[in-house]
């Protein structure tokens, strides 16, 4: 059966509902059992060794409880509360660490800098398009929701 198309009306509900969706923390990520196979995180591991692999988890983590799913580290003060909530895991973190950590794992392509005018902003593709469809599964619950009691 062909899916009913959404009136203009019904997809400006739908969009709004999605970014507040995207506002939220994801509840959790998706973690593959193979993800010691990926060949970027296997060299992050062989260049850095296994503890590397625990700071990756904690920074995908860490990203997906963060409204819009992304990090500010525009400045000093942001990679000093980077470190200080990494550190809240139990080993102690430094803003320079946090920089030499991210810098790794940019240079393998599992993390990246979004820069947003003068603002930076530490991101994961994976999250970020776990948090879209996450938004959207929600928001279109929610739309079917309104529509059936009436908006």
């Known amino acids: 059966m062909a899916k009913k ?8 509900i739908f969009s709004r ?10 509840s959790y990520v998706p973690h593959d059992t193979d993800a010691m196979m990926d060949d970027e995180i296997r060299m992050c591991v062989i260049e850095n060794g ?3 692999y625990g700071v990756w988890g904690c920074l995908v983590e860490l990203l997906a409880k963060r409204r819009s799913h992304r990090y500010d580290v525009t400045d000093e003060l942001g990679w000093r509360f980077l470190a200080a ?3 809240a895991v139990g080993e102690t973190f ?5 920089k030499s950590f991210v810098q790794i794992f940019e240079d393998h392509g599992l ?23 996450s938004a959207e599964k929600t928001a279109q619950r929610r739309l079917g929701a309104a ?3 009436g908006r």
């Open 111 to 133: 993390l990246h800098i979004d820069r947003e005018g003068d603002r930076q902003f530490l991101t994961n593709d994976r999250v970020i398009r776990t948090a879209i469809a």
């Open 85 to 87: 909530d990494m550190s």
């Open 5 to 12: 198309k959404r009136t203009e009306e019904e997809e400006a």
């Open 17 to 26: 509902l999605k970014a507040e969706e995207m506002q939220k923390p994801l």
């Open 147 to 149: 529509l059936t009691n």
């Open 50 to 52: 296994i503890a590397i």
């Open 94 to 98: 430094t803003a320079d660490q946090m």
